[in-house]
């Protein structure tokens, strides 16, 4: 089964992403702010992360920075998930490390066209 962790801190971003991937068959694990996701991507090796960019304690681009530059971790694709869309956003993601950027709210089908192609590559 693929494991997907969500960084996220908003409550009903995340009841509802996490309720949505599961039905898609993911095993879906959590984390509230960007230490328990840099904490989180080590301990669990996830397939993939779902990274919000505004999160508490650390930054989801501080958190990607180091989740991207450790040897255990480094290979994990991260897609951003933002609610930041101004014109330079989705290059401060992607120079963070990021695999791949999306806005909020989330288009599911846009996203899972997404993970698709971050498994598969």
Request: a negative charge; proline letters at 3%; one cysteine or more.
């Amino acid at each position: 089964m693929t494991t997907i962790l969500i960084v996220e801190d908003n409550e009903d971003n995340l009841d509802m992403l996490s309720r949505r991937l599961i039905r898609k068959s993911f095993d879906v694990i959590v984390a509230r702010n960007g230490e328990e996701g840099v904490q989180m991507a080590t301990s669990s090796q996830p397939d993939l992360i779902l990274m919000d960019m505004s999160l508490p304690v650390l930054d989801g681009w501080e958190a990607t920075t180091m989740i991207k530059e450790a040897d255990s971790t480094g290979h994990i694709p991260i897609i951003a998930l933002t609610a930041h869309a101004m014109v330079g956003d989705r290059e401060k993601a992607m120079n963070a490390g990021c695999d791949d950027y999306d806005t909020k709210p989330v288009d599911l089908k846009g996203l899972l066209d997404k993970i698709d192609t971050l498994l598969n590559t």
